[in-house]
């Protein structure tokens, strides 16, 4: 079974940067495309960023310039680098797997990882 593990959320002031991880256990890193979601409060789960199997990556237009998504195959973890953190980027950030191949060459389908929070003061 593959797990995906996100750290690094915090408090942050405006205009700070914060790097989230996501760690994916249980998985020898295979995967279809694997984005960072988030959702804040009263508000619909928004995508914010991903990344292909093919290192293509998309963004959504309010991080374009600001969010940058990579990812280290030597440690099966995908990054976040949030840079010039703007107050609405308050949100709880998920990590997700569209396709994640498990060590037994097993593929699971939208994993998702538990969230981590971050927060930007005014």
């Known amino acids: 079974q593959v797990q995906l593990v996100e750290s690094g959320g915090g408090l942050v002031q405006a205009g700070g940067s914060l790097r989230l991880s996501c760690a994916a256990s249980g998985s020898i890193f295979s995967f279809t495309a694997m984005g960072w979601y988030r959702q804040a409060p009263g508000k619909q789960r928004e995508l914010v960023a991903n990344?292909?199997?093919?290192?293509?990556?998309n963004y959504a237009d309010s991080v374009k310039g600001r969010f940058t998504i990579f990812r280290d195959n030597a440690k099966n973890t995908v990054y976040l680098q949030m840079n010039s953190l703007k107050p609405e980027d308050t949100a709880a950030y998920y990590c997700?797997?569209?396709?994640?191949?498990?060590?037994?060459?097993?593929?699971?389908?939208?994993?998702w990882g538990q969230g981590t929070q971050v927060s930007v003061s005014s």
């Open positions: 990344i292909r199997s093919d290192g293509s990556t």
């Open positions: 997700n797997a569209e396709a994640l191949r498990g060590r037994g060459g097993i593929w699971y389908n939208n994993v």
